[in-house]
Each structure stands twice: as C-alpha cells, then as structure tokens.
C-alpha cells in the first residue's frame, strides 16, 4: 500500500468509528453520542451555520452526524432540476439538503470511501423518503463519474483530509460542466508545527493535511476553474481549538490529561494556534468553452 492509500485507510478508520461511537474526528468525542435533539456530534460542525429548521427537518441519524464546518448548500443558489455532486457525504447532511433544492426533476450523487458513512447516509436517504439522492463509495481523488455531469460541486470540511489534493481539485473540474460552479467549506491552516502534522490523530481531525487559503486559491486555479473567490471565513477560537484538539484524543488518554491537570498544556496549543486556522468557504466556476478554444 502506498502513502497516500495508508493516509486514506487512517482517515476513513477514524470516520467508521466516529460515526459508529462518535469518537474522534472534526469535533466526534467531545461531543457525546447521538441524541435526539439534533445537535451535530462535530466541533467545528456545531459552528457550521446550520439553521435551526434546518436542522429540524432533516432524519436525526444525517442531523446528528455532520462532521463539516461549513454548510455549502447554503449560498450555493442551488436551482431546481440541478445534478449536484457532494465529495465526502457522509452521514447526508448535505445531500439532503441539495436533493429538497434540486427537487424531483434534478438529482444528488454523494461519494464517499467509508462503509459506516455510507451506511447511514443510505438509512438518512430512505427515512427522508429523498428518490433523488445516491451515494457512491468511491475516493474523491479518482471520482467514479462521468464528464461534465455536474452543475454543482460541494464538499464540506473533506478536501483537507485528502493527500493528494491537486488531484481533488482536477477531478472537480473535470466532472462540472462547462459553467458549473463549484461551492466547498473546508479548513485552512496557515500555519503548524511540522511535528503536529504528523501525528495522525491531527491529521484525521481535519487540521494536520490542511493547506493554506492561498494554496487553495492556487490548486483550484491551477486545476482550470475560474473565478475563485472566498466568500467567507470563520476562525476559530482557542476554545473551539481546544475542543478540536481534544476530539481526537483517545477516550482513555484524555481521562489522563484531565486527571493530571493536562488541560492547560492543550490550550496552551490552542492559544498559540488561535487565529491561523479557520473554516473557509471557496466558491469556483469552471469556464464555458469558448469557439476559439474549441
Ligand atoms: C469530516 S467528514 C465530513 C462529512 C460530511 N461532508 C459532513 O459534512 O458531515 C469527512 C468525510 O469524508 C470522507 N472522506 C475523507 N477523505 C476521503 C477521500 N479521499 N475519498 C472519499 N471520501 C473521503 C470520510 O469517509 C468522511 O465521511
């Protein structure tokens, strides 16, 4: 297995159990388990920018199990009839929002690699009785569609997961039809020492494999598509850094650092790291072909 299979085997084992024991990743343990009240399980998601009604309108098992940071349906100006594409669905939470846009007459295709998400996002689909929602399992580097299918990408809070992003950023362009816009949440990181970047459990808790804004901007510009923007960023703060970092702690090893007052060393991280990571929201097109470039 090479490197960049080994990252994603890390990555999708950490979002099986998340969503199966709502550990680890983007926010999992800190949060508890599932309840009925809807509340997202992820940090960085309970900031995403969900409403309320939202919320409420959606099968408890794709509202409890949102892992973004963002909420890309939201400004996207999804339209009726529309074939949206959402990298990294998940439990559905985005999904099922574009299919109620979208409507009968459009549809919803999510890809995702791990079983467990893919499992529940299904279960989401049939208790929101949505027939124009699919998943596909499936790595968002090699995206098993066709050409020029989609009027709409999404992703929320997946690409930093990817090691190979240049490549995420390519198969965007190439699935979006000319004209196609593309709208993702994702977190950037400015800055990080090289040492916590490595520990897979950072990495996994969308924050180690996080590139910078202007890396972004760059990628997506390199892959072909235009008129990138940021529209807009929350940065997070020392607690909500906190409870990222603490969220990919094992439940056992964070017992430990609270039965020996460890807390403090955390947001001592925290507090360094306040103000150089935030959740991003990018928006891109990809260009009309022109008669001259035909
Ligand atoms: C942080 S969660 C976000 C899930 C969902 N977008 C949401 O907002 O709740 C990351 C998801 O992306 C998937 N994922 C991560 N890297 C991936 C890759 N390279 N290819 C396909 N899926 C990936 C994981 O399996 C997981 O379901």
New binding site residues.
């Given amino acids: 297995m090479n490197k960049k299979d080994q990252i ?1 085997k890390s ?2 084992r950490a ?1 099986a159990e998340a969503v199966t024991t709502g550990s680890g ?2 926010g999992g343990s800190s949060c508890g388990e599932a309840t009925s009240n809807k509340t997202p399980k992820g940090v960085a ?1 309970k900031t995403a920018g969900y409403s309320e009604e939202e919320l409420a309108s959606l099968p408890v098992e794709a509202a409890v ?4 940071c963002g909420n890309p349906t939201a400004f996207a100006g999804v339209q009726e009839g529309e074939v949206v594409v ?1 990298l ?4 559905g ?2 999904l099922l929002l574009a299919a109620r846009k979208v409507g009968t007459t459009g549809r919803v295709i999510g ?4 079983d467990e ?1 893919i499992v529940r996002a299904r279960q989401a689909i049939a208790s929101a009785g949505a027939g124009n929602v699919e998943v596909r399992k ?4 090699d995206l098993p569609l066709e050409d020029g299918l989609a009027d709409l990408v999404i ?4 690409i930093n ?2 090691p190979d992003k240049p490549r995420v950023f390519s198969e965007i362009a190439r699935v979006l039809k000319p004209g196609g816009r593309m709208s993702v949440s994702d977190i950037v990181v400015e800055e990080l020492p090289w040492w916590l970047r490595r520990i897979p459990s950072v990495y996994n808790s ?1 924050v180690g494999g996080a590139i910078s804004e202007s890396r972004y901007v760059e990628g997506l510009e390199s892959a072909g598509l235009g008129d990138v923007e940021v529209l807009d960023r929350l940065v997070y703060d020392a607690d909500q850094m906190t409870a990222l970092m603490l969220s990919e702690v094992p439940s056992r090893l964070k017992t430990v650092v609270k039965k020996l007052g460890l807390t403090w060393l955390v947001r001592f991280f925290a507090r360094r790291l306040e103000g150089k990571i935030w959740s991003a929201r990018f928006s891109a097109r990809k260009r009309m072909v022109t008669a001259s470039a035909a």
Avoid at 65 to 68: A, K, L
Avoid at 88 to 91: F, I
Avoid at 111 to 114: A, E, K, V, Y
Avoid at 138 to 141: A, P, Q, V
């Fill in positions: 994603r990555v999708s979002y990743c983007c998601a199990n949102s892992f973004g959402d990294g669905s998940g439990a939470i985005d890809i995702d690699m791990t998400m499936g790595i968002i580097e992703s929320n809070c997946v997961l990817s969308c």
